[in-house]
């Protein structure tokens, strides 16, 4: 059995869907159909989520949201007309209408993109529609529920044939309804897999799988036939935006494999991702590479020489009590790098820093904002010594400064911190370098 997450490009207007009905046809085995929200038509477009965030924001700001919400209202008719579907939608979005009224959650706004998407699909398909809210679950903390979901899951699955189950939310423990962060379709479509047991989990989206580079940076990536999760979670965490970093565990765990297709090419192989690297023929030095924006440097220097480790232990059980992630420590005797998520950071600057104060060894913090975090990966480059001699020199040649570089604390990865508004040709840089 497979389960197929079809993203929001892939069921934008009704020509896309489609598609998706001759691709969930055309094999038996594509039996449970995770669907995002209506995404982008074209290139100025607004992805439907966009507008029901924006519709909570106008609610929240006291002014009117009737107009976005027509929009989006407009989007689902113009797909059920074109398509000839039966369902009749007046009395969902009558009753959404009065729940962003009533000032309901931006997490239940943005979720009824891919409730509506997915009565859509399950009527035009004709599979049952199970809601999302009754099996994906979040507890207290606002952590997903990995086990309580995987039970109940497991048993609805069970007395389902074939089903559409709407990608992106679930619900809290009292019932009220939950979002993962942007691109949790994806998250949503392995959870599914992994109770379902899948012999496989397609993600179907816009490009032939994972490609090398960005294809919005690069020209014409060379596409990746196969690929591991702790490669691919490399790349998608330092800004690969072609699968959420968060959809890896529930997979990998269960040994199932990906596939990542092209809804508007279905005959190309795609991506194949998988646990180990065996069957890879391209066990290569290079896999591909990714850049993000927005980190800064952290940098906490010590004028006591004696306690280092103490003082480490305490800048990060205070980054963790604050829920600061970063990607990169290194550490000496008298000073402690990070690398984090600037705007994260900021909001947390002052609460982090008077609380290690409170340690009471004498420190100064400076920050170094406007990096790009590049990541280099594949299981080749961490045993090539020359992989970072060939990383300067093609920077180099660009006139780029490297302000990082962490080569070796991981296994298959190197990360490189340069300039901001040099992100993008750094990475044509390596990537032609490495190719
Ligand atoms: N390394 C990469 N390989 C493929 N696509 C990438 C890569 N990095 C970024 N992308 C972008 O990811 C997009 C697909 O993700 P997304 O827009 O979320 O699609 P969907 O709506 O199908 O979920 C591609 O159109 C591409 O622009
Ligand atoms: N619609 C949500 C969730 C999602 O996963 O969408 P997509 O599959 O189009 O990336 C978002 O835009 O974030």
Known sequence: MIVAKFGGSSLADAAQFQKVKDIVFADSRRMLIIPSAPGRRFDKDEKVTDLLYRCYNQQM?????????????????????????SLELKPYFQEIHKQMEAGASADYCASRGEF???LLLS????????????????????????????????????????????GFYGSNPDGSIRAFSRGGSDITGAIVARAAQAELY?????????????????TDPRPISHITYHEMHELCCAGATVLHEDCVFPVSSAGIPTNI????????????????????????????????????????????????WSFVQEVLYVAK?????????????HCVCLLVETRQFLEKQDAFESEIR???????????????????????IIHNRLAVNRIYKALQRQNIDVVMINQGSGELSTWVGVPENQMEEAICAIYEEFL
């Open 61 to 85: 700001a006291g002014e009117s949201f009737q107009k976005t919400f027509e929009e989006i209202q407009q989007r689902y008719y113009d797909i059920a007309s074109q398509l000839h579907l």
């Open 116 to 118: 509506l998407n997915g």
């Open 123 to 166: 009527n035009y398909l004709g599979y049952e529609f199970l809601d999302a809210a009754e099996v994906i679950f979040f507890d207290e903390l606002g952590e997903f529920d990995a086990e309580k979901t995987n039970d109940i899951l497991k048993q609805r699955l069970e007395l389902l044939d074939k089903a559409v189950i709407p």
């Open 202 to 218: 397609e993600n179907w989206t816009d490009v032939s799988g994972f490609l090398m580079a960005d294809p919005r940076i690069v």
């Open 261 to 308: 297709r092209n809804t508007n090419l279905p005959q190309h192989p795609g991506t194949m991702i998988t646990c180990n690297a065996l069957q890879r023929e391209d066990f290569a030095i290079f896999a591909g590479v990714s850049g993000k924006k927005g980190f800064s440097i952290l940098v906490l220097e010590k004028e006591q020489t004696d306690h280092t």
């Open 321 to 333: 009590k604050y829920g600061i992630k970063f990607q990169y420590l290194p550490s000496g005797a």
């Open 358 to 380: 409170k340690s009471n060894v004498p420190f100064s913090m400076t920050i170094q904002p406007d990096i790009a975090g590049i990541v280099l990966v594949g299981y080749g």
